[in-house]
């Protein structure tokens, strides 16, 4: 990036009169606000770690050298029996990565083990859980052509359908009667491999299998508000509701007799690449050199006049340089373990104490928008879900505080993927704004809704009740905030969500000043690529 | 003989291509090898071919003459490119070999960085039998001449120095086309090289040449090709060039399954050890044929679908 040797770690700037303006991403565009001298600060994110010299030899040398409690892979596959490849879906990795995309790789190095042992009746199932379906395109991208060419066309490569009464069932019930609803062709495999890119501290362990490969009747004891009030947060797995109820039916699981091989990857913060027209928002700006400069001025001004399908186009057009950085192997729990250190160690920035005001710029990608619509649901969830919830110790913001976002917040929904966003946007948001008054009035009737659940399994849309969750994600920070403030949104759409709308920085400032005083401390969380801060 | 008929004949030689007494005649079996002309053959120099005005010169035949021809004549499907994301520095390409279309159609396939940084291994005896030939052989494909009549160091040491000048080789361990379709035993050649130099091996099948211009014909029929790069190879510690090269065929031959059926049947069988073998079956000329035609139909390839709704 700047000639370093080593990657440097992530770091907390204090603002004084000298600090540059912060390039805050705007969905598909930018905004370069300059904070407040003396009281403002800026977190920046590692830079990207080197990947493995040899991903190919590092993926093959965990499958034969597992982690825990389990026989290396070749031991555990046979000719007669019955193999399930599950693997991430298209939420996984942010944006979508370059090819060959890490599932390729990893899938491939597990079939070949399974064509060595003779294994002939093999299924992959894409562990979406109630996303939408893959286009084939899609799926090629991430398992690869040939993987695709050899499985799809016979039907051996599909989308999980968590709504087909024949292909689920429930493995039974934890202690808390929480009811564990698993594939069928998973539940009755010998062995279900399971292959994930753990972007995020979120990702992976037991809620892979528990959730990837589950439904509503199973996703409903964790997705809900009472969980994710009590995540603290949900990516930090020790303190998150969320996990231990993930956590509890991956228990049923294994005691149901469904023996998992589970795979883990991690990936690097190259998000936008060291060269090329994205590198400069890798770099500090201090470090941008003329060409950077004129590049990015370049850039904006095109932005800004470009219509609006033309600027998603270009950006989803995006594939990230990714780099594997780790890979492991074996028993579930024992596999996270590894794979969360090896997150971190990417992720973490120290930062000592809360802020009144923290801001952040929303890019144009969460993990329900990928080639699709950042509608206002999505950016409410990345702003108060997950930017959020990038935390470990306290949240960046005090009690009662205020979040601000920069995010043009369309009224605009993709009518394809996500139809019951459309709906509950109309109907339920103009009822209330409370999560709690939300799942209890109209929860089962979006989730059992016929149109829904048909538009769910045979065309690509999230199924009726993910609108919910996007809702419920962002509950910890609604309890937890004292007011939110969108920088560039669309009014209406902002006021629709219970939110106030600014044009400047500098207005959402002053509107903030009213819940927490006048000159109030300010933190910037400068992500993607992504950070997470450890508050002390 | 009208003139008419006269013209015709004539116009069905040209077509059919040049022969003797137009051109030189083999070398019959059996009678010995006419002594080269001092600076051909194996001792023609080649380094002019790889300096830049050549080199540039060579680019923009393959870009935009051998190119579009392939895409037209050839329509290629190339797959296993990814397989050499991870790979860097010089290689030694190795396929095998049906038809004159094999080398513009891989010159065309092989990717950056290695494309245009590739010479190819040509037959001493045919390509660089006169001065003409000779030099347009070098321009226009890279061709560096490789004694396959007799056992020589002249030509391994060239390729040698050549790969630790950082270029790439292409290879064709059947030292020749194939006669009948079904493909030969890999000589040693390209093995012992990578062996010598310490550099990987890209395996690469090509499916479908043999269709646009077998060995005997002089004009090309349009037909659809399928190119398949392997994993690399390396040779190991204990591994001799004999059985590393038995071993490259093998790979050759389990990229053949796979361009003929899918990836994962092709690995089972190539884990059996069942790949169906580049040679064919060892039988009677009519059966190997008519063996030929079970498999290679000319149009296997799959039609894409549309999800299902």
């Known amino acids: ?536 | 003989m009208s003139p008419v008929r006269r013209a015709a004949t004539m116009a069905r030689s040209l077509a059919g291509g040049l022969s003797f007494p137009w051109r030189p005649a083999p070398v019959p079996t059996g009678a010995d090898p006419v002594p080269a002309v001092r600076g051909l053959g194996a001792d023609y120099d080649t380094s002019w071919a790889r300096r830049y005005p050549a080199r540039i010169a060579r680019a923009a035949i393959i870009e935009s003459v051998m190119r579009p021809t392939m895409a037209v004549i050839a329509s290629p499907a190339r797959r296993g490119l990814d397989r050499l994301d991870d790979l860097d520095g010089p290689v030694v390409f190795v396929a095998n070999h049906h038809s004159h279309a094999d080398t513009p159609l891989l010159l065309t396939s092989i990717p950056e960085p290695w494309r245009h940084r590739v010479m190819v291994g040509a037959a001493a005896d045919y390509f660089f039998g006169n001065r003409i030939a000779s030099a347009i052989s070098a321009l226009t494909i890279g061709a560096v001449p490789i004694e396959r009549t007799k056992v020589g160091r002249k030509s391994a040491d060239m390729v040698r120095d050549l790969i630790g000048d950082g270029w790439s080789m292409l290879l064709y361990p059947e030292g020749g086309r194939s006669p009948d379709g079904w493909g030969q035993e890999f000589r040693g050649g390209a093995a012992f090289l990578a062996i010598k130099c310490g550099v990987p091996v890209v395996p690469i099948h090509v499916q479908g040449t043999g269709r646009i211009l077998r060995k005997g014909r002089n004009l090309p029929r349009p037909s659809r090709t399928t190119v398949t790069f392997g994993d690399p190879l390396v040779p190991t510690d204990r591994e001799n060039a004999r059985a590393f090269a038995r071993r490259l065929q093998a790979a050759v031959a389990a990229l053949g399954d796979e361009s003929t059926s899918d990836w994962y049947s092709a690995r089972i069988r190539a884990h059996a050890g069942t790949s169906p073998g580049l040679t064919g079956p060892d039988v009677g000329a009519w059966r190997r044929a008519w063996a030929l035609g079970n498999r290679d139909r000319g149009s296997r390839r799959r039609r894409r679908r549309w999800p299902a709704l």
């Open chain 1, 1 to 536: 990036m700047t000639g370093h040797l080593a990657p440097r770690p992530g770091f907390v700037l204090d603002v004084d009169r000298n600090s540059p303006p912060i390039v805050f991403h705007h969905g598909e565009g930018f905004r370069l606000e300059k904070l407040p001298a003396g009281r403002s600060r800026v977190i920046y994110p590692a830079e990207p770690l080197e990947g493995l010299p040899d991903p190919d030899g590092a993926i093959r040398h965990a499958l034969l050298h597992p982690i825990g409690d389990s026989e290396p892979l070749p031991a555990l596959l046979n000719p007669g029996m019955k193999l399930t490849i599950a693997f991430d879906d298209i939420s996984l990795p942010l944006p979508p990565m370059r090819r060959p995309d890490i599932r390729q790789r990893v899938i491939e190095a597990v079939l070949d083990l399974a064509a060595e042992a003779g294994v002939d009746d093999v299924h992959l199932i894409a562990a979406l859980a109630i996303h939408r379906r893959m286009t084939e395109d899609e799926l090629r991208h991430a398992v690869g052509d040939r993987v695709y060419d050899a499985f799809a066309p016979d039907g051996r490569l599909y989308n999980h359908d968590a709504e087909d009464p024949e292909g689920m069932v429930v493995l039974g019930e934890t202690p808390h009667g929480e009811d564990v609803q698993f594939s069928r062709r998973a539940a009755e495999s010998d062995l279900v491999v399971y292959v994930n890119i753990n972007l995020v501290a979120m990702d992976g362990g037991h809620k892979s299998t528990a959730t990837g490969l589950s439904g509503y009747t199973g996703l409903r004891h964790h997705h809900n508000v009472h969980t994710m009030r009590n995540s603290r947060s949900f990516m930090d797995r020790e303190n998150s509701a969320l996990h231990a109820s993930n956590w509890r039916m991956g228990k049923v699981i294994q005691d149901a007799g469904v023996k998992i091989f589970q795979i883990e990857t991690t990936v690097n913060n190259d998000t936008f690449g060291r060269s090329g027209p994205l590198a400069l928002l890798q770099k500090r700006e201090w470090e941008w050199s003329t060409r950077d400069r004129m590049q990015f001025l370049g850039m904006k001004s095109g932005l800004e006049v470009m219509p609006t399908n033309a600027k998603r186009k270009i950006f989803s057009s995006w594939q990230a340089p990714y780099a594997l950085t780790s890979v492991q192997a074996g028993e579930i729990e024992a596999v996270h373990e590894v794979t969360t250190v090896n997150v971190y160690k990417q992720h973490l920035v120290s930062v000592e104490g809360q802020t009144d005001v923290l801001t952040m710029g929303l890019p144009y990608i969460c993990p329900y928008n990928v080639n699709s619509i950042m509608n206002p649901i999505l950016v409410m969830c990345l702003g108060l879900g997950y930017f959020f919830n990038l935390y470990r110790g306290r949240p960046l913001v005090r009690e009662g505080g205020v979040l601000i976002m920069s995010h043009p917040t369309p009224w605009e929904f993709n009518p394809v993927h996500h139809p019951s966003y459309i709906d509950f946007f109309e109907q339920v948001l103009a009822d209330t704004t409370d999560p709690i008054e939300i799942e209890r009035k109209y929860e089962k009737q979006f989730a059992e809704d016929e149109w829904y659940i048909h538009l769910y399994r045979n065309s690509y849309a999230y199924h009726g009740v993910h609108p919910f969750y996007m809702w419920y994600w962002g509950s910890h920070a609604l309890e937890h905030l004292g007011r939110v403030i969108i920088v560039g949104g669309n009014p209406a759409a902002v006021r629709r969500m219970g939110f106030q709308s600014a044009s400047t920085l500098q207005d959402a400032l002053e509107m903030a000043s009213d819940v927490v005083g006048p000159e109030p401390t300010i933190t910037h969380i400068k992500n993607p690529p992504i950070l997470m801060a450890d508050v002390t």
